[in-house]
Nanobody, 118 residues
Framework: QVQLVESGGGLVQPGGSLILSCTGS????????MSWYRQAPGKERELVAD????????NYVDSVKGRFTISRDNSKNTVYLQMNSLKPEDTAVYYC???????????WGQGTQVTVSS
């Protein structure tokens, strides 16, 4: 079955940086649009950033524009989220999502915790 495995979360001080990775298996990774979502305690899951299957297009939620960068390496079946200038309000569980719009399929990773605190 399809698996998405996130890594790279952890505890970081405000102003610090982290790189999240999500590696997919048992899917044709290059045919899926990839996204990063996050969910903070007591809040709904929100879309943080997404990237087209080819990597040619990206979108970001306003709160992370200029600080986060999504990228992908289809040869490694991996999508990344570079997070800079982290703020306490970025604290959440971050989830990787793969979506094949034509087949109406989507898959989720198990999530990785990011905590921004001094």
């Amino acid at each position: 079955q399809v698996q998405l495995v996130e890594s790279g979360g952890g505890l970081v001080q405000p102003g610090g940086s982290l790189i999240l990775s999500c590696t997919g298996s048992r899917l044709t990774f290059s045919m899926y649009a990839m996204s990063w979502y996050r969910q903070a305690p007591g809040k709904e899951r929100e879309l943080v950033a997404d990237i087209t299957s080819s990597g040619g297009g990206t979108n970001y939620v306003d709160s992370v524009k200029g600080r986060f960068t999504i990228s992908r390496d289809n040869s490694k079946n991996t999508v990344y989220l570079q997070m800079n200038s982290l703020k306490p309000e970025d604290t959440a569980v971050y989830y990787c999502n793969a979506a094949h719009l034509g087949l109406r399929l989507q898959y989720w990773g198990q999530g990785t915790q990011v905590t921004v605190s001094s």
